[in-house]
């Protein structure tokens, strides 16, 4: 199954997505506290304040039933990356709520591109979802993972402008990939 070319690249898009999501998530705490002198009670506010990009889950339903599942999801990736920018500027001017506003695009955009993955999964073989979903979850956690690890070394040695490096850097090969979707159809339309 992992021959199929959706399943490919919806994973592909969602690993890197996922591996920025958690080289943030895994330093932010650590820039929290050094940059800003928060302490766990402040830390765990700026990641409820985080979540709630979580909403973003019926508003990407409502795309993908509309037919907009690619357009969407370039957007979805673009705005993680915007994420990452507005990260960087947000922490270089001690910007709390920049980092905030940063956390939230994040993480949006990582729920609004995993649900119009699934549903593309999910609509490619209906009678093989749990295989489907066993794969797909399998590769982005490994992703993740491998970010998070990689995430704390960043930022200890390179700092949050590092780390926005990173996490910008994972998103960015989602983004050069969703590019060739495009290339590939006018391909085919050539062709044709």
Sequence with gaps: MWNTPLLRRRGFYQGMM???????????PLALAHEFGMGQGGIALFALAGAAGALLAPVAGRLADRGLTRPATGIAIAVALLSF???????????????????????????LCQVL???????LAPELRGRLNGLFMTFI???????SGIAAAVYAFHGWTGLCLLGGGYV????????TEFRRASVAAVAA
């Design 141 to 147: 956690f490994i992703c993740a993972a491998v970010a």
């Design 18 to 28: 996922f591996s920025g999501f958690q080289a943030f998530w895994t330093a932010v």
């Design 172 to 179: 960015l090969l989602a983004l050069l990939y969703y590019a």
């Design 117 to 123: 993955n699934f549903r593309s999964l999910f609509m």
């Design 85 to 111: 920018v507005l990260g960087a500027v947000s922490m270089h001017f001690h910007s709390l709520a920049g980092l905030v506003a940063a956390g939230i695009l994040l993480d949006g955009a990582v729920q």
